[in-house]
């Protein structure tokens, strides 16, 4: 089935630590996102990618960063910079990039910092 | 700036009618979509106007006002699984889609 799948579910973080989240879709979609989503808020931007090799900042992109150097991945390191990196991420996917697209989310990722 | 301001929470009886509101400030919001997630899953659309009026799908309607820059979900027949939080979002153009914080709908029985 098409979709797009996120890894680890779970991960936890120490302090200073790097940690990389997987995320890859089969669905050939050119457009990818990720969303960083707190307890009772809403998903907030942090990367958006509109083709391969390309990616744009969102609204909360200091202490991440993103390649996408294949179509079907667009991975999301949590850097050292990143002061509150304890979140429930999300990847996500469109066809195009135009209004009316529907966003096709992954299952996500928690990350805990410990 | 841009933003989107909906309820934090709803409760509704099993079987009744729900509107969630919507209300957006920005100067170019493109159509409104909704989506819905349930507890620790990924959210999904529901429904997106790009005109203003009502657009159907199942027991779920939505609605756009874009002179008054609000919009709603209506949820019809309310089922004990329809209890989660429903975001609505915009397109700002620029690629960029703007999520509110979200409405938790609580169904009670």
């Known amino acids: 089935d098409g979709g797009i799948t996120q890894s680890p579910k779970y991960l936890f973080r120490k302090e200073g630590q790097n940690v990389t989240l997987s995320c890859e879709q089969n669905l050939n979609h050119d457009a990818m996102y990720w969303y960083r989503q707190d307890p009772g808020q809403g998903l907030r931007l942090i990367y958006y990618s509109q083709i391969v090799n390309d990616f744009q900042k969102g609204d909360i992109a200091e202490g991440y960063s993103v390649s996408r150097e294949k179509k079907e991945s667009f991975p999301l390191t949590v850097t050292s910079a990143q002061k509150n990196p304890t979140a429930f991420y999300l990847c996500?996917?469109?066809?195009?990039?135009?209004?009316?697209?529907?966003?096709?989310f992954g299952e996500g990722s928690w990350l805990t910092v410990v | 700036g841009q933003s989107l301001e909906q309820p934090s929470e709803v409760t509704a009886v099993e079987g009744a009618i729900v509107q969630i509101n919507c209300t957006y400030q920005?100067?170019?919001?493109?159509?409104l979509s909704w989506y819905q997630q349930h507890d620790g899953g990924a959210p999904t659309f529901l429904s997106y106007n790009g005109l203003d009026g009502l657009e159907e799908t199942g027991r779920f309607s939505s609605f756009l006002s874009r002179s008054d820059s609000y919009g709603y979900l209506l949820l019809q027949e309310l089922q004990m699984k329809d209890s989660a939080s429903y975001f609505c979002?915009?397109?700002?153009?620029?690629?960029?889609?703007?999520f509110g914080a979200g409405t938790r709908l609580f169904v009670k029985a």
């Open positions: 979002a915009g397109y700002t153009g620029g690629f960029k889609t703007i």
């Open positions: 920005t100067s170019g919001f493109y159509g």
């Open positions: 996500a996917s469109s066809i195009g990039t135009g209004p009316g697209n529907t966003i096709y």
